[in-house]
């Protein structure tokens, strides 16, 4: 039980694979989200995708200053 993190990691992406692949195709990345939109062009809450990793990543940056 020493290296969990591939399993853990593995089990997120099916739960948001078979969670969120009928509501959007389960887009886990901006880039791939972008492809789809200008493909379908449709932008119905397209900027989800690109705001939300950058609203992530600036909390978890705070918490982890605030952190250490």
């Known amino acids: 039980m020493e290296c969990i ?4 990691i593995g089990f997120v992406v099916g ?4 969670g ?3 509501l959007y195709g389960a887009v886990m990345n901006p880039a ?9 062009w ?6 989800i995708c690109w705001l939300g ?3 992530g990543d600036s909390l978890t ?7 250490f």
């Open 42 to 47: 449709k932008w119905n809450n397209h900027w």
């Open 20 to 22: 969120g692949g009928g």
């Open 53 to 55: 990793p950058f609203v």
């Open 15 to 18: 739960a948001n694979t078979l």
């Open 5 to 8: 993190a591939p399993i853990s």
């Open 61 to 67: 940056f705070r918490h982890f200053q605030n952190l």
């Open 32 to 40: 791939v989200a972008f492809g789809q939109a200008v493909d379908s």
